[in-house]
């Protein structure tokens, strides 16, 4: 075997992750080429991993015709194999491979990625969640992302017990906040389409539960509550990846203001977005404090 084969095979593979967040992300995306290159390549692959999971239980399995049982089974295969992957330090799937290689090198392991896969295959159903079985889901299929981006930003770093602990929960919450605003900007999509009704607090009416201002402001008071929790642990970070985490935070911020401005009832039909120029204004900011001694 020639010595750069593996190399060569894990730069295609990173390479293959750069296409999937330049291509399906635009806030996190954006914010993250604020990132150090190597840095910035890691949470891509850690990025593209979580996508391809939620692209196989979500509308383009579905759509190439895929049965729910199928998705199933596929999607248990995607987890063996990123387990076989975290042992081995190799994949034939280039995305498993590339976030293998981010994971080995940061110490994540299965006890992350197992809530993320337990969380995707709850999204193979429809389902109308309570609180408890919200919490759990969200703790899968954000707080753990949440905690493998920090695990990466933390590399190297000593700091004392305290000062992790507040990363670490900042980083959940964060997690957690985005999560929570992708729950009432895509509400229409998510129950007209798929059929899930992710808020708790939605009102179970029939055909399909509403979303009500009532729930929508104990969802946006929740949201805002993690992100104030998040903010006491950005200037914790790394000078190197704190305006990449601060800019997306504040797109996801800027968003939480226009989803708390939006009635209800035109969340249940309309898609709120922040404008492409108003997340530039963000990114113009970001650049000025990293410019920053």
């Keep these: 075997m020639n010595s750069t084969d593996l190399p060569l095979y894990t730069a295609t593979a990173n390479a293959s992750a750069r296409v999937v967040i330049r291509r399906y992300s635009t806030s996190f995306g954006w914010a993250s080429r604020l990132l150090p290159g190597s840095m910035r390549d890691h949470?891509?692959?850690?990025?593209?991993?979580?996508?391809?999971?939620?692209?196989?239980?979500?509308?383009?399995?579905?759509?190439?015709?895929?049965?729910r049982e199928t998705r199933a089974a596929m999607l248990d295969d995607l987890e063996a194999e990123t387990e076989r992957a975290l042992r081995r330090g190799f994949s034939t799937n280039l995305v498993v491979h590339a976030f293998a290689v981010t994971a080995r090198a940061h110490g994540i392991g299965i006890e992350l990625c197992g809530p993320f896969f337990a969380s995707m295959r709850r999204d193979l159903d429809s389902v109308v969640f309570d609180q408890a079985q919200l919490d759990e889901y969200i703790h899968g299929s954000a707080e753990v992302v949440g905690l493998m981006c920090v695990a990466v930003f933390e590399a190297g770093i000593v700091r004392?017990?305290?000062?992790?602990?507040?990363?670490?929960?900042?980083?959940?919450?964060?997690?957690?906040?985005?999560?929570?605003?992708?729950?009432?900007?895509?509400?229409?999509?998510?129950?007209?389409?798929?059929?899930?009704?992710?808020?708790?607090?939605?009102?179970?009416?029939?055909?399909?539960?509403?979303?009500?201002?009532?729930?929508?402001?104990?969802?946006?008071?929740?949201?805002?509550?993690?992100?104030?929790?998040?903010?006491?642990?950005?200037?914790?970070?790394?000078?190197?990846?704190?305006?990449?985490?601060?800019?997306?935070?504040?797109?996801?911020?800027?968003?939480?203001?226009?989803?708390?401005?939006?009635?209800?009832?035109?969340?249940?039909?309309?898609?709120?977005?922040?404008?492409?120029?108003?997340?530039?204004?963000?990114?113009?900011?970001?650049?000025?404090?990293?410019?920053r001694p």
């Design 43 to 67: 949470i891509a692959r850690i990025y593209a991993l979580v996508r391809i999971a939620d692209e196989l239980v979500d509308g383009p399995a579905e759509a190439a015709g895929v049965d």
């Design 160 to 291: 004392e017990h305290s000062e992790r602990e507040r990363l670490q929960e900042g980083a959940r919450r964060l997690g957690a906040a985005f999560q929570k605003v992708n729950f009432l900007r895509d509400f229409s999509g998510d129950h007209d389409d798929l059929g899930r009704t992710y808020l708790a607090a939605a009102a179970p009416t029939s055909p399909a539960p509403a979303l009500t201002d009532e729930a929508k402001t104990e969802a946006i008071a929740s949201i805002r509550q993690d992100l104030r929790v998040a903010d006491g642990a950005i200037p914790l970070l790394d000078p190197a990846c704190r305006p990449a985490v601060w800019a997306a935070r504040a797109m996801f911020g800027e968003l939480t203001d226009r989803l708390d401005a939006a009635p209800a009832s035109v969340l249940m039909t309309t898609r709120v977005r922040v404008p492409d120029y108003v997340k530039a204004r963000i990114l113009m900011r970001a650049l000025a404090m990293k410019a």
